[in-house]
């Protein structure tokens, strides 16, 4: 069992920065493969990205490639979404999630999820 919980969402201008972080608990947190999705008010849930297990490697949505980066600290326990260049479309509620395999786009595939947090983008 994997309990994560999301944090760092906030209200910034565009072309703003904001670091997402998730911290897991449970001591199989190195196991999982991570992703972050992304749900605006109206929209289906869209997979933002992953990471390995081991960090090693990430897979970006192109809708945020070269703007966000996945990271992740197995000795914190803790995934991170670090996201440059926000534009006001980035708007939306986003979650972690685990799984096991690298990796999913959907998010059905995905065992574990956090409550997410609301990120917003003004113009």
């Known amino acids: 069992q994997v309990q994560l919980v999301e944090s760092g969402g906030g209200l910034v201008q565009a072309g703003g920065s904001l670091r997402l972080s998730c911290a897991a608990s449970g001591r199989t947190f190195s196991y999982y493969v991570m992703g972050w999705f992304r749900q605006a008010p109206g929209k289906e849930r869209e997979f933002v990205g992953a990471i390995k297990s081991s960090g090693g490697s990430t897979v970006y949505a192109d809708s945020v490639k070269g703007r966000f980066t996945i990271s992740r600290d197995n000795a914190k326990n803790t995934v991170y979404l670090q996201m440059n260049s926000l534009k006001p479309e980035d708007t939306a509620v986003y979650y972690c999630?685990?799984?096991?395999?690298?990796?999913?786009?959907?998010?059905?595939?995905?065992?574990?999820w956090g409550q997410g947090t609301q990120v917003t983008v003004s113009s």
């Open positions: 999630a685990a799984t096991q395999v690298f990796y999913y786009t959907r998010g059905d595939l995905y065992d574990y």
